[in-house]
């Protein structure tokens, strides 16, 4: 299984940035889950957002409630992460992750590599 993250950059404070993360290595026609974890400088990596292929069920965490928006295409096994209203305070590296023998978003098997997302203000 390969995770591959893309679209981290550079944008200022109230800018927008789109993440996407492209899964490969497994079946997707199976019940599976990306999730999208941040790790700050110094930090512990936290959980910001997930979605489950089996009803396309959605969970954020309470800092990005109602500015990030998760998104998938499953044909492409692709899961995007749209984040509006950026705030310094998000800067961290981005980190999609797999749960492929099921669709809690709960138990993740498969990590990426990360992107770096930089806010300034």
């Known amino acids: 299984v390969q995770l591959v993250e893309s679209g981290g950059g550079l944008v200022q404070a109230g800018g927008s940035l789109r993440l996407s993360c492209a899964a490969s290595?497994?079946?997707?026609?199976?019940?599976?889950?990306i999730g999208w974890f941040r790790q700050a400088p110094g930090k512990e990596r936290k959980g910001v957002s997930c979605?489950?292929?089996?009803?396309?069920?959605?969970y954020y965490s309470d800092s990005v409630k109602g500015r990030f928006t998760i998104s998938s295409d499953n044909a492409k096994k692709t899961v995007y992460l749209q984040m509006n209203n950026l705030k310094p305070e998000d800067t961290a590296v981005y980190y999609c992750?797999?749960?492929?023998?099921?669709?809690?978003?709960?138990?993740?098997?498969?990590w990426g590599q990360g992107t770096q997302v930089t806010v300034s203000s």
């Open positions: 979605i489950s292929s089996s009803d396309n069920s959605t």
């Open positions: 992750a797999a749960e492929i023998w099921g669709s809690s978003c709960r138990e993740f098997d498969y």
């Open positions: 290595g497994f079946t997707a026609a199976a019940n599976y889950a």
